[in-house]
């Protein structure tokens, strides 16, 4: 069979059973979901009609049609966003990093208010986190605790962009600097957004040291599974590709050797001089690599991810001004100055005040079929994961993390991911205001 006839019929079922159906009023509304048509579909049916399965073609395509977008020399597809994070904590263990390399017992700079996958990494890499408190409502760290926070022993900074709303990139990247830290700037939940830096409009995740992306199907676009590191620093991309791929020093990309002419004639460590370099592993990696299929889907994602990024940015100004009289009960989120974020969802925290409880509010939104979530982990110290943990010894906490506290407690958010619709909206903004009374 043709391959054309294979595409017609594949496009067709998909217009046939994929396409999205009208909103009713009584029908859920999910934080987040997956938007595609008939582009995506096709292009994880080319990918697997090739059967070359792991990382290719369509990877290679991704991976420079991102480092496009983002304007950045280097991207890495992995296979998923906590993967991405890992791999930019361990990159930072590199003994090529020299005296700027993160030691067990080094002190990396973060928050409790966030997803497990930003913090986890630091413990796994042997570091030790240490937490600040976040601010209100902007849910990100309050940059003027960093400074007391500092040690002998800190070596970064490793935080999220809250809700897709960036953290104070021009206080914190200064902050670095002075002191010589490494910055990871986990963009998962904000791809897409920008800030304005010494005069420029900057891509987050392209300001610190190390961005992330995931592209779980929640966030600004997806692969399913599937994730990305990127970089503007050559000896990071090369840390980090080797980290990605199993550790090993040759960067040919799978299926191709010598691209460096230098096969069988190097000396590593204390292997005979020849070995071949395809097998000489100059780091402890890992394989954090994502398939051909994920690329398929992602190519064909990245060309909608700027009119993504737009409807999520007006359904956030939707609900904003739909809410706007409801200050006096609920603190209403408020966007970073000096950015315009790519909003991965809506936050809303429960004055003391007021008559209902986060509970009774969450509760009455569920039966109603709105969708809601809390704010990730809320105190990550509070989970768990951590009960067998020391505080001053595996963690530190810097500050009283009072505003931590307060969001785990009071904060929810809803989603403005790009397939809502007014209707959606106008359903989300009623019942958010009667969930009040």
Known sequence: MEKDRIEELVRAYTREHHSRKPYQKGDRIPYSGRVFDEEEVWALVDSALDFWLTAGDYTEAFEKGLAAYLEVPYCLLVNSGSSANLLAMAALTSPLLKDRRI?????????????????????????VPVFVDIDIPSYNVCPEQLEE????????????????????????????????LWLIEDNCDGLGGTYEIDEKIRKTGTIGHIGTSSFYPAHQMTTGEGGAVYTSDPLLYKILRSMRDWGRECSCPGGMDNLCGHRFDGQFGTLPRGYDHKYVYSHIGYNLKATDMQA?????????????????????????????????????????????????????????ECERSR????????????????????????????QDLKEGEDYRVAHSLENTDFTMRNAFWVGVYPGMTDAMLDEMILRIRKSLN
């Open 103 to 127: 030691l067990k017992g080094d002190e990396v700079l973060t928050v409790a208010a966030a997803f497990p996958t930003t913090v986890a990494p630091i413990l796994q890499c042997g570091a």
């Open 149 to 180: 926070a500092l040690s002998s022993r800190t070596k970064a900074v490793f935080l999220a962009h809250s809700l897709g709303n960036p953290f104070a990139l021009d206080q914190i990247r200064a902050f670095c600097d002075r002191h010589g």
């Open 296 to 352: 398929a889907i992602g190519t064909a994602q990245l060309a909608k991810l700027p009119d993504f990024v737009r409807r999520r940015q007006e359904n956030w100004a939707y609900l904003r001004a739909g809410l706007a009289g409801l200050s006096d009960q609920l603190i209403l989120p408020e966007k970073q100055e000096h950015s315009n974020p790519s909003w991965f969802g809506f936050i809303l925290a429960v004055r003391p």
């Open 359 to 386: 509970g009774e509010i969450v509760s009455y939104l569920e039966e109603h079929g709105i969708q809601t979530r809390n704010l990730f982990a809320g105190n990550i110290l509070r989970h768990p994961c951590f």
